[in-house]
């Protein structure tokens, strides 16, 4: 039985692999490598196992299941699976940091230290690996009015469904590309909630493009659920296609979409609530926060952590699995995360090399048959240029500093090299999402503005707390000696025994220099 | 906004936002209670005062911050609600824990 913490104080001082996020490779690498005999630590910022596909899995009815079709219901088994391992886990613990050990940690014996706060309660974890299984975020839509309240994200509305059994009371509008948009469709269809349209901004040259990889798709296992999906929600709901603008208007909320088609003509769709998404890009910040290199990824037009063939990252003792590696969807994120739990179990000396061969090679052939046809589904869905760098200058670029993308772009036009030195101009990306919601529209639209590969220009550069983080827990936090007098000069003890600096009363400490 | 669908009943949780006395269910997180309780706006930017209302849902784009007990800056989507939590609108810049 997986053990639970809610502390960090009650948390081991170290584990053999520490991962960090519960949806489905995370949860699969966490029973993969205990399995093995690591002592494993799997954290999630959370309330509840299950990432973003299986959202809420754990306390799911019947109802919400066959709302949420059958792809969801096989949460149950991996969650179970998980749930009789030996793995500890946390739930509701923020990973803000992933280092090597640092050298003052007195007898630390791990190479890589863990920054959790957890309950209040911040600590810095030992671990001999870690695992970033992060996942996915939604890819940045910036049209003008997307920060309109009444303007959400499609996967929003969708983790309502899931975890509150909150489906959207008036009329709603859904707007952008992808598999997930039609799924929402569709589960939307299911809660007796479906949207008055679906706007469909996949540009219609992407079906050209993707043709050479259409025989491989159409033998994978997505092909008939996925034409099945576009078939049914066509046949519920009115999909508006060739679109080659958007724009939401309200005065303090969302009133209307108006839609601009390919051929110039304009439509206005009044509606209560408007639901965007192009797509997913890997959850990038702990991975760059880590010093994790990465690399642009030209077919997904995304950025994405580089990862050899066992998914080990340019950083010692740090893997990445799942879509947080690179967008592979849910069944191929399970297969990284058992690959990730080999690997470290190998690197370990828990296995033999004859195991890891053998396992390994039976994992990686299961990888590529998921895999197939995925090249056709990332060129389909590939998103618009125009919905990936606002063509309108009051579209707002940067949500959290309120910058346009007319700002972006006037700036980027001074010959601003990288996005680093934008936000020394602007402050994109400062803010408390951390460019989460900007970082690639800016590197996007500085690309352009130099006529350059995004490759060349780069991300945002990230450092620890991905998120903030209460000074207090920081400074709650045990700290050596040594640490103490590299920032203070000297170190504070009560006379009666030794404690951490600041909760010491003044009348009976000491101070060593 | 949202509706919730009949078919899910949990134990009901009170919690208040801006003084005005709420129900949730049990499970729900702060944002996900507002959205069900028709409140949309949850803060207003520091920049230039708009109102803004929860856009992700997971953790992601921070527009829904608000005052939990007295504490700014809580992310609403990621905070279940518990019983008798206080909770309010943010308004501008909070002074940021920061630790940068
Ligand atoms: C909003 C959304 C909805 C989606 N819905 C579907 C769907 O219905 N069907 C489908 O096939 N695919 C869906 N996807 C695609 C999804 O990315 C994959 O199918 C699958 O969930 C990927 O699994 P994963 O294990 O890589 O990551 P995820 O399932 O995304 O899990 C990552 C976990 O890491 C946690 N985490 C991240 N950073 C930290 C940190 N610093 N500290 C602590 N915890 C952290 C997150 O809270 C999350 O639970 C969705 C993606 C998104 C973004
Ligand atoms: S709604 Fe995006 S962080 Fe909470």
Same mark, same amino acid.
């Given at each position: 039985?997986?053990?639970?913490?809610?502390?960090?104080?009650?948390?081991?001082?170290?584990?053999?692999?520490?991962?960090?996020?519960?949806?489905?490779?995370?949860?699969?690498?966490? +029973?993969?490598?205990?399995?093995?005999?690591?002592?494993?630590?799997?954290?999630?910022?959370?309330?509840?196992?299950?990432?973003?596909?299986?959202?809420?899995?754990?306390?799911?009815?019947?109802?919400?299941?066959?709302?949420?079709?059958?792809?969801?219901?096989?949460?149950?088994?991996?969650?179970?699976?998980?749930?009789?391992?030996?793995?500890?886990?946390?739930?509701?613990?923020?990973?803000?940091?992933?280092?090597?050990?640092? !050298?003052?940690?007195?007898?630390?014996?791990?190479?890589?230290?863990?920054?959790?706060?957890?309950?209040?309660?911040?600590?810095?974890?030992?671990?001999?690996?870690?695992?970033?299984?992060?996942? +996915?975020?939604?890819?940045?839509?910036?049209?003008?009015?997307?920060? &309109?309240?009444?303007?959400?994200?499609?996967?929003?509305?969708?983790? &309502?469904?899931?975890?509150?059994?909150?489906?959207?009371?008036?009329?709603?509008?859904?707007?952008?590309?992808?598999?997930?948009?039609?799924?929402?469709?569709?589960?939307?269809?299911?809660?007796?909630?479906?949207?008055? +349209?679906? $706007?469909?901004?996949?540009?219609?040259?992407?079906?050209?493009?993707?043709?050479?990889?259409?025989?491989?798709?159409?033998?994978?296992?997505?092909?008939?659920?996925?034409?099945?999906?576009?078939?049914?929600?066509? #046949?519920?709901?009115?999909?508006?296609?060739?679109?080659?603008?958007?724009?939401?208007?309200?005065?303090?909320?969302?009133?209307? &979409?108006?839609?601009?088609?390919?051929?110039?003509?304009? !439509?206005?769709?009044?509606?209560?609530?408007?639901?965007?998404?192009?797509?997913?890009?890997?959850?990038?910040?702990?991975?760059?926060?880590?010093?994790?290199? &990465?690399?642009?990824?030209?077919?997904?037009?995304?950025?994405?952590?580089?990862?050899?063939?066992?998914?080990?990252?340019?950083?010692?003792?740090?893997?990445?699995?799942?879509?947080?590696?690179?967008?592979?969807?849910?069944?191929?994120?399970?297969?990284?995360?058992?690959?990730?739990?080999?690997?470290?179990?190998?690197?370990?000396?828990?296995?033999?090399?004859?195991?890891?061969?053998?396992?390994?090679?039976?994992?990686?052939?299961?990888?590529?048959?998921?895999?197939?046809?995925?090249?056709?589904?990332?060129?389909?869905?590939?998103?618009?240029?125009?919905?990936?760098?606002?063509?309108?200058?009051?579209?707002?670029?940067?949500?959290?500093?309120?910058?346009?993308?007319?700002?972006?772009?006037?700036?980027?036009?001074?010959?601003?090299?990288?996005?680093?030195?934008?936000?020394?101009?602007?402050?994109?990306?400062?803010?408390?999402?951390?460019?989460?919601?900007?970082?690639?529209?800016?590197?996007?639209?500085?690309?352009?503005?130099?006529?350059?590969?995004?490759?060349?220009?780069?991300?945002?550069?990230?450092?620890?707390?991905?998120?903030? $983080?209460?000074?207090?827990?920081?400074?709650?936090?045990?700290?050596?000696?040594?640490?103490?007098?590299?920032?203070?000069?000297?170190?504070?003890?009560?006379?009666? #025994?030794?404690?951490?600096?600041?909760?010491?009363?003044?009348?009976?400490?000491?101070?060593?220099? | 906004?949202?509706?919730? =669908?009949?078919?899910?009943?949990?134990?009901?949780?009170?919690?208040?936002?801006?003084?005005?006395? =709420?129900? *949730?269910?049990?499970?729900?997180?702060?944002?996900?209670?507002?959205? *069900?309780?028709?409140? =949309?706006?949850?803060?207003?930017?520091?920049?230039?005062?708009?109102?803004?209302?929860?856009?992700?849902?997971?953790?992601?784009?921070?527009?829904?911050?608000?005052?939990?007990?007295?504490?700014?800056?809580?992310? /609403?989507?990621?905070?279940?609600?518990?019983?008798?939590?206080?909770?309010?609108?943010?308004? /501008?810049?909070?002074?940021?824990?920061?630790?940068?």
């Amino acid at each position: 039985m997986s053990e639970r913490f809610t502390s960090a104080s009650d948390l081991r001082r170290s584990y053999d692999l520490v991962i960090v996020g519960a949806g489905p490779a995370g949860l699969a690498a966490a +029973a993969t490598a205990s399995g093995f005999g690591l002592s494993v630590l799997l954290a999630d910022e959370n309330g509840a196992p299950g990432g973003q596909i299986y959202r809420g899995i754990t306390r799911s009815s019947e109802a919400d299941r066959r709302r949420l079709g059958p792809d969801y219901a096989a949460g149950k088994k991996l969650s179970a699976a998980f749930a009789e391992s030996a793995a500890a886990y946390t739930l509701g613990a923020l990973v803000w940091s992933v280092a090597p050990t640092d !050298e003052e940690t007195p007898d630390a014996d791990y190479p890589l230290e863990v920054g959790i706060s957890l309950g209040g309660v911040a600590r810095a974890i030992g671990a001999q690996r870690v695992l970033l299984a992060t996942g +996915a975020i939604e890819r940045p839509f910036p049209i003008p009015g997307w920060t &309109l309240p009444g303007v959400m994200s499609a996967g929003a509305a969708q983790i &309502l469904l899931k975890t509150s059994a909150l489906a959207p009371s008036g009329r709603t509008v859904i707007a952008g590309s992808g598999p997930l948009l039609y799924l929402l469709a569709s589960q939307l269809i299911a809660a007796g909630a479906p949207p008055v +349209a679906l $706007v469909d901004t996949t540009p219609r040259k992407n079906w050209r493009v993707a043709l050479p990889d259409f025989p491989a798709f159409a033998m994978s296992s997505y092909a008939a659920k996925g034409l099945k999906l576009l078939f049914d929600v066509a #046949k519920r709901i009115r999909v508006i296609r060739n679109v080659s603008a958007l724009e939401a208007v309200g005065g303090d909320k969302f009133e209307t &979409l108006i839609v601009t088609r390919t051929n110039g003509t304009m !439509e206005r769709i009044d509606a209560d609530l408007l639901l965007l998404h192009q797509g997913v890009a890997p959850n990038l910040n702990l991975s760059s926060a880590a010093g994790c290199a &990465l690399e642009w990824d030209e077919k997904q037009a995304l950025f994405r952590p580089k990862r050899d063939e066992w998914l080990e990252s340019s950083e010692a003792g740090i893997s990445i699995a799942g879509d947080g590696g690179g967008i592979v969807g849910a069944q191929a994120s399970v297969i990284e995360g058992e690959i990730a739990g080999l690997v470290a179990a190998f690197r370990l000396s828990r296995i033999s090399k004859e195991m890891f061969a053998q396992r390994g090679a039976e994992l990686k052939k299961r990888l590529a048959s998921v895999l197939r046809g995925r090249a056709f589904l990332d060129r389909l869905f590939r998103p618009a240029d125009e919905f990936r760098v606002p063509q309108r200058d009051d579209a707002i670029v940067c949500r959290c500093e309120e910058v346009s993308a007319g700002r972006v772009r006037a700036t980027a036009a001074l010959g601003v090299q990288g996005p680093n030195q934008m936000k020394a101009f602007l402050r994109c990306g400062m803010g408390p999402c951390q460019g989460r919601l900007c970082g690639l529209t800016v590197s996007e639209m500085i690309a352009q503005a130099r006529g350059v590969s995004p490759a060349d220009v780069g991300y945002y550069r990230l450092r620890p707390p991905v998120k903030p $983080v209460p000074l207090r827990e920081f400074a709650a936090m045990p700290q050596s000696d040594a640490a103490i007098t590299a920032v203070a000069g000297f170190v504070e003890r009560s006379v009666e #025994k030794g404690s951490a600096a600041g909760s010491l009363e003044p009348d009976n400490r000491i101070v060593e220099r | 906004m949202y509706r919730r =669908l009949p078919d899910r009943a949990r134990a009901l949780v009170r919690f208040t936002f801006d003084g005005e006395a =709420l129900t *949730a269910q049990e499970g729900d997180t702060v944002a996900a209670a507002l959205l *069900a309780a028709g409140q =949309l706006a949850t803060r207003h930017t520091p920049v230039s005062r708009a109102p803004r209302a929860p856009y992700c849902m997971m953790g992601v784009c921070f527009e829904c911050l608000v005052v939990i007990d007295g504490a700014p800056n809580r992310q /609403g989507c990621l905070t279940p609600v518990v019983e008798g939590m206080r909770v309010e609108t943010q308004q /501008g810049a909070a002074v940021f824990e920061d630790a940068e």
